[in-house]
């Protein structure tokens, strides 16, 4: 167990619909990164929040949202979705805002859009 | 500018030789390159690091090897064993950028023979 926690482990779901992935840190870490990996794009950055705001972004699509909460945990809502969305959604946290901290990811959450 | 990219794409080797994977980038403000594993089922995990200050770091039988003016960095892994068979990612960030956003290669799965 890394420390971070990925919930759902697994999703499937139609196309067009909505949902949410939730990720808690682990315990003392403040910065989230959200990791899309797929077969054919490797590991791509969507977003980064480090104590609560967001820090940096990627090449994130506008259906795309995240939040960090006060409680650190945060959550990655999908919506509008499409075929192409079905990846491997990895959450990663850090003590601090840079990535020479280290990353601890999740185990992460598999989507499959049907 | 913001690719890393990583070569081979797999790799077979026996027990007890050297796996050797390489990586180039281009952008000459990136000044941390993780190395990250992945198993099966699993988030990657960061496995060793390096400055662009140092040409080798070693930590074990794992050794990253860098060449600033070449843009290039690769990870030696000595007296491989059949438990270092999964994927690896190479990785840079620049730290300066206020963000600890992470740009992955597109990952080499090792396969150790026994």
């Known amino acids: 167990d890394s420390g971070v926690t990925q919930t759902p482990k697994h999703l499937i779901t139609a196309t067009g619909q909505r949902v949410t992935l939730r990720c808690s840190p682990r315990s003392g870490d403040l910065s989230v990164y959200w990791y899309q990996q797929s077969l054919d794009q490797g590991l791509q950055f969507l977003i980064q929040?480090?104590?609560?705001?967001?820090?940096a972004k990627g090449n994130i699509l506008e259906r795309f949202s995240a939040q960090q909460f006060p409680d650190l945990h945060s959550e990655l809502n999908l919506s509008s979705l499409e075929l192409g969305d079905s990846a491997l959604y990895f959450c990663a946290s850090s003590v601090g805002d840079r990535a020479n901290y280290g990353y601890t990811f999740g185990s992460g959450t598999r989507l499959t859009v049907v | 500018q913001q690719q890393v990219k990583q070569s081979p794409q797999s790799l077979i080797v026996q027990k007890g030789g050297i796996s050797i994977i390489n990586c180039a980038y281009e952008?000459?403000?990136?000044?941390?390159f993780p190395w990250y594993q992945q198993f099966p089922g699993k988030g990657p995990a960061l496995l060793i690091a390096i400055r662009p200050d140092v040409s080798e770091k070693k930590e074990g039988r794992f050794t990253i090897s860098f060449n600033k003016s070449a843009k290039q960095f690769s990870l030696h892994i000595m007296d491989s064993q059949p438990g270092d068979s999964a994927t690896y990612f190479c990785a840079a960030s620049n730290d300066s950028s206020n963000t600890g956003k992470l740009i992955f290669g597109q990952g080499t799965t090792l396969q150790v023979k026994p």
């Open positions: 952008n000459t403000a990136f000044d941390y």
């Open positions: 929040y480090y104590n609560g705001e967001e820090r």
